[in-house]
């Protein structure tokens, strides 16, 4: 069974319109990460997030918002869609997000085409 | 700043023939080097990692040996099969920073 869950795995919307995208894992992780994955940069760090709070933010764009709801999950809204932001966003988790080198587990990803 | 260097975008081979693929990194101190491998509708999932000097990484027949002198962490297979077709990125963990830097990958096929 997979142990983090994204939905759905594709997605189409229209240039302006708002999405969010759904990450729940079940490894009993503290820390949450998103991921963008397309043709221009592979793997793209996003955000992080520990224990419910963000640690890190390297999204330029606030059109992007995290949202942990629950400590197991962390959704992703885009807001204002443009076709640039078509890609493959991977959620992820860790044990911790502390100083050290924590392993990281992904989700099979949400691949989102903006029309 | 830190950075990971993967110099093949893509490495075409037969079953059973010898893999390296390359890398390098640029960090001060001792940091954690991984080898993560993304099969196609997948994510990424780690194959293995390695902290100190000289320290080798292995699994499922690949390994990697931590090279702080010449700053490598080179993935290499004796043999491949079809199913090693994949996508494979090169990461370091700096020392004081838990953020992954990431390699632009390498793309490996393997010709039945």
């Known amino acids: 069974d997979p142990k983090i869950i994204q939905k759905p795995k594709y997605l189409v919307a229209v240039t302006g319109s708002e999405k969010i995208l759904i990450c729940e894992q079940y490894l009993g992780h503290n820390a949450m990460y998103w991921y963008r994955q397309s043709a221009k940069k592979p793997l793209e760090f996003m955000f992080s997030y520990s224990y419910q709070k963000l640690m890190d933010n390297q999204t330029a764009s606030s059109r992007f918002q995290p949202q942990s709801s629950k400590k197991n999950h962390l959704d992703l809204q885009i807001t204002a869609l443009k076709p640039d932001d078509s890609a493959t966003y991977f959620c992820?988790?860790?044990?911790?997000?502390?100083?050290?080198?924590?392993?990281?587990?992904f989700g099979s990803g949400t691949r989102l085409t903006v029309l | 700043g830190d950075s990971v260097t993967q110099t093949e975008g893509q490495v075409a081979l037969s079953e059973e023939d010898f893999l390296t693929i390359h890398c390098n990194y640029s960090?001060?101190?001792?940091?954690?080097l991984f080898w993560y491998v993304q099969y196609p509708g997948e994510g990424p999932q780690l194959l293995f990692r390695a902290s100190r000097d000289k320290e080798k990484g292995s699994s499922r027949g690949f390994e990697a040996t931590y090279d702080k002198g010449t700053t490598s962490f080179h993935l290499r297979k004796a043999s491949v099969q079809e199913s090693d077709s994949a996508v494979y990125y090169c990461?370091?963990?700096?020392?004081?920073?838990?953020?992954?830097?990431w390699g632009s990958g390498t793309k490996l096929i393997i010709k039945p």
């Open positions: 992820a988790s860790s044990q911790d997000s502390g100083a050290g080198a924590e392993t990281l587990y």
């Open positions: 960090a001060s101190g001792y940091p954690t």
């Open positions: 990461a370091l963990s700096p020392d004081s920073n838990y953020q992954l830097i």
